[in-house]
């Protein structure tokens, strides 16, 4: 094992890699807590408008989705854009919720297979 010192509040503290490992984990899991849980939001919502029949409020939705976020044309890109990122790694967004949003909203606004 490799052991590495800092310093906490003036007292040197040895750490081992395992343990930097945790800390940065436990960091990311932090900082994506937000961006994870309004991407679940955004999917749970799509998911359950899209197993009503065609209804008043799913044709709102369905325009809503496709209308112009800050930025974006619509929600479709702005979740490519998210995937686009990732790839990259210029972003925390996890990869899987990204997809999912974007698959969602592609089957959402032009239709499953059979239709």
Same mark, same amino acid.
């Given at each position: %094992?490799?052991?590495?010192? =800092? =310093? ?6 040895? !750490? /081992?890699?395992? @343990?930097?490992? !945790? =800390?940065?984990?436990?960091? $990311? ?5 937000? *961006? ?16 009503? *029949?065609? /209804?008043?409020?799913?044709?709102? $939705? =369905?325009?809503?989705?496709? +209308? *112009?976020?800050?930025? @974006?044309?619509? #929600?479709?890109? $702005?979740?490519?854009?998210?995937? @686009?990122?990732?790839? %990259? ?6 990869? %899987?919720?990204?997809?999912?949003? @974007?698959? %969602? $909203? #592609?089957?959402?606004?032009?239709? +499953? #297979? !059979?239709?």
């Amino acid at each position: %094992k490799q052991w590495y010192q =800092r =310093r906490v509040r003036g007292v040197l503290v040895r !750490e /081992t890699d395992s @343990y930097q490992e !945790e =800390r940065r984990q436990a960091e $990311f899991i932090e900082e994506s807590l937000m *961006p994870r849980l309004a991407l679940s939001a955004v999917y749970t919502m799509m998911c359950l408008i899209c197993s009503e *029949p065609e /209804t008043q409020r799913a044709e709102r $939705f =369905r325009k809503e989705i496709a +209308s *112009p976020i800050v930025g @974006y044309p619509n #929600l479709g890109i $702005f979740a490519l854009e998210l995937i @686009y990122q990732y790839e %990259k790694g210029l972003s925390i967004i996890p990869i %899987k919720k990204a997809t999912l949003l @974007y698959w %969602k $909203f #592609l089957l959402y606004t032009l239709g +499953s #297979l !059979e239709d």
